[in-house]
């Protein structure tokens, strides 16, 4: 099993940053990607970027060159920067941690960021 939680979302204006945190915990062994999602009032989950274990990274057109995401390996830890923020990027941010074999997904709880005009 893998443990994530997520830290660091909250109210911001449009236009200012935050960065969100997730540490994992567990059985890490064998976990290949580590990412972030998001779901909006009303809207179906998204990705919103992904980092894997050779550091290759991936991110949804609707946050490139705003959104960074990075890794401490040796924290257990993921992060998520976040700039120029919209109110379209208001969500619930889920950490996840992908397993290839077996393919496995693990989530956190959530973390809600609100960007406010």
């Known amino acids: 099993q893998v443990q994530l939680v997520e830290s660091g979302g909250g109210l911001v204006q449009a236009g200012g940053s935050l960065t969100l945190s997730c540490v994992a915990s567990g059985s890490l062994l064998g976990i290949n990607v580590l990412g972030w999602y998001r779901q909006a009032p009303g809207k179906q989950s998204e990705l919103v970027a992904t980092i894997t274990r050779g550091v290759t990274t991936n991110y949804a057109d609707s946050v490139k060159g705003r959104f960074t995401v990075s890794r401490i390996l040796a924290k257990n830890s993921l992060y998520l920067q976040m700039t120029s923020l919209k109110q379209e990027d208001t969500a619930v941010y889920y950490c996840?941690?992908?397993?290839?074999?077996?393919?496995?997904?693990?989530w956190g709880r959530g973390t809600q960021v609100t960007v406010s005009s």
């Open positions: 996840s941690a992908q397993r290839l074999m077996p393919r496995t997904d693990y």
